[in-house]
Nanobody
Framework: QVVESGGGLVQDGGSLRLSCTISGLRFGDYPMGWFRQVPGKGREGISCINWNGWSTYYADSVKGRFTISRDDAKNTVYLQMNSLKPEDTGMYYC????????????????WGQGTQVTVSS
């Protein structure tokens, strides 16, 4: 089960911290990732982290503004989003990757219900 939280409405330049808790798998064995979807478009990999946290990926659009982290003791992955822009608006989903494999945000599945992020100008 994947449960995301932390979305909301924020002004241009504001910050939000998304959280995602996953149960039903050995959390520490899996890469984790955050994806964004806007109406009419497919899901975009925003940021992903490998199973030990040593390797991360960020989409060019969020580099320097977003930070992904994980707490294996809590089965939770976070996405700290700073300097938010209106174009960051969308539904944010968390997912687990493939055990033992990490390349950017490729091969992720086990989606949650998503949490909406809206950035007003």
């Amino acid at each position: 089960q994947v449960v995301e939280s932390g979305g909301g409405l924020v002004q241009d330049g504001g910050s939000l911290r998304l959280s995602c808790t996953i149960s039903g798998l050995r959390f520490g064995d899996y890469p984790m990732g955050w994806f964004r979807q806007v109406p009419g478009k497919g899901r975009e990999g925003i940021s992903c982290i490998n199973w030990n946290g040593w390797s991360t990926y960020y989409a060019d659009s969020v580099k320097g503004r977003f930070t992904i982290s994980r707490d294996d003791a809590k089965n939770t992955v976070y996405l700290q989003m700073n300097s938010l822009k209106p174009e960051d608006t969308g539904m944010y989903y968390c997912a687990a990757g493939s055990r033992g494999y990490f390349h950017e945000c490729v091969g992720f599945d086990n989606w949650g219900q998503g949490t909406q992020v809206t950035v007003s100008s």
